[in-house]
Structures are given as C-alpha cells and as structure tokens.
C-alpha cells in the first residue's frame, strides 16, 4: 500500500488517538469501558501511519492515560513495576511489524488474510513480552518459575491477543469496504 495523503493520515490518526483514549482510560465507567484497544492501536499505527515520531506520540500517550488512570481515576498501580519499562518493546513489536507488512497490504482477501497473520504473530510476541516481563521483572511473585508463567501466559495470553485481533480484524473489514466504496465511486464518475 502506498503511504497514505496528509488528509487521510491525520484522519487515521485522530481514530487511532481517540479509539485509545476511549477504551485505555476508565472515564466512562465500568459498564461502558470497551476493552484495550492498544495493541490494536500500534499494530494500526505501524500499518497505516508508518512514522517513527508518530510511534513515540502513541508511546507517550499511553503512558500519559495510565500516569492519569493511576493518578486521578482509582485505577490499581499493581502492573507499574520496572516491568513497565517493557511495554516499549512490546509496543515496539506490534508497530514495526504494521509498518513492516504495509508494503504488502492491499485491497485483496489474501493481502488482508497477511496482515491479520502478522498481526496475529506481533501480537503473540507483544504479550510475550509484556507478560513475560512482569512476570520475571516486576518482583510480585516471590519465587518465580517456569511452570507458573507458563500457566499464567496461557490464563491471560489468548484474551488479550484475541482482544487485539478483534479490532485489527474489524479494521480490515473496515480497510476493504473503504476500498471498495471508493472503487465504486471512481468507476461511477468514470461512467458519467
């Protein structure tokens, strides 16, 4: 896929900001809260909006929304350990990976079918991460151990990766029918 016009790029980025602040921070409560949309959000970001820079503004909002969450909204600061540090390259992951496999992105089933792989993959590998950090760096567990974050990763790892697909797969969806829309509309104005 080419690289996107300034005017669809900050659309796709005031989607992905607003999508993250709607579902990463608690503000509507409980009963309304949409889960993380995060991982989504990078791997989105890489495949779409590609730059570096834009990489550290998501980072940095991200870390913002918790520093707030924690701060003013109640939430919990159990997963702020030196682990936390990790969310970097679990982010990190997610978006290269999107910029990685943009090139290959196109409007065909079978270029969709790749990204939800890959996204699949840098998923995985993301929450490994992240996971695998807390787990072994975040000193919450007294005697940590093989077997336990085993068990642990296969408690958490299938929610969040599947949490994650399924608003990457939502956005291919949506990736499609835009394209399709827009194929539709040129060959209409061809015609008239």
């Not at 970001?45 to 701060?71: N, P």
């Not at 936390?84 to 409007?107: D, E, I, N």
């Not at 270029?111 to 939800?116: D, H, M, N, P, V």
């Amino acid at each position: 896929m080419k690289p996107l016009s300034r005017p669809s790029a900050i659309a796709v980025f005031v989607a992905l900001l607003v999508w993250m602040l709607a579902t990463r921070f608690k503000h509507f409560g409980d009963v309304l809260h949409l889960p993380d949309a995060s991982m989504a959000v990078f791997f989105l970001g890489g495949l779409y909006l590609r730059r570096h820079l834009l990489f550290g503004v998501f980072m940095a909002l991200a870390v913002v929304l918790d520093w707030v969450s924690i701060s003013y909204a109640g939430v919990s600061d159990f997963c702020v350990t030196v682990a936390y540090s990790f969310l970097l390259p679990a982010y990190a992951v997610l978006w290269y990976a999107g910029r990685q496999y943009a090139a290959h992105l196109q409007g065909s089933a079978g270029s969709l079918i790749g990204a939800f792989g890959v996204a699949l993959l840098a998923a995985t590998l993301s929450f490994a991460i992240s996971n695998g950090a807390f787990y072994w760096f975040g000193g919450r567990y007294a005697a940590p151990h093989v077997s336990e974050y085993v068990a642990r990763l296969w408690q958490w790892g299938p929610l969040f990766v599947r949490t994650t697909l399924s608003y990457i797969g939502a956005a291919l969806v949506l990736h499609k029918l835009l394209g399709w829309l827009m194929q539709s509309h040129t060959h209409q104005g061809v015609q008239a």
